[in-house]
Nanobody
Framework: QVQLVESGGGLVQPGGSLRLSCAAS????????MGWYRQAPGKQRELVAA???????NYADSVKGRFTISRDNAKNTVYLQMNSLKPEDTAVYYC?????????????WGQGTQVTVSS
């Protein structure tokens, strides 16, 4: 079993920055894929960014150039640095990890952290 603890959400003004963290613990030796999803009210959950063990990343078009995903394999932790935040980035952000494969094939979810971008 894997437990995920997220932190770093909050209220920020447009143009501001936030950094999300997600630490995984439990019966894991290593994690193949780690990533962040978000879900805004009335919308489907969407992939924001993902990173695999070798370091390759992919981003939603809406966040390219503004968000950066990174990971610390020694700590089983994934980060999402969010810059130039816009009101449309407002959502609950969920961490997901899959020790054995791609995020779309399964894995574990965090509890979610609220990000609100508003003046």
């Amino acid at each position: 079993q894997v437990q995920l603890v997220e932190s770093g959400g909050g209220l920020v003004q447009p143009g501001g920055s936030l950094r999300l963290s997600c630490a995984a613990s439990g019966s894991i030796l290593s994690i193949y894929a780690m990533g962040w999803y978000r879900q805004a009210p009335g919308k489907q959950r969407e992939l924001v960014a993902a990173i695999v063990r070798g370091g390759s990343t992919n981003y939603a078009d809406s966040v390219k150039g503004r968000f950066t995903i990174s990971r610390d394999n020694a700590k089983n932790t994934v980060y999402l640095q969010m810059n130039s935040l816009k009101p449309e980035d407002t959502a609950v952000y969920y961490c997901k990890v899959n020790p054995a494969g791609a995020l779309g094939l399964g894995g574990y979810w965090g509890q979610g952290t609220q990000v609100t971008v508003s003046s």
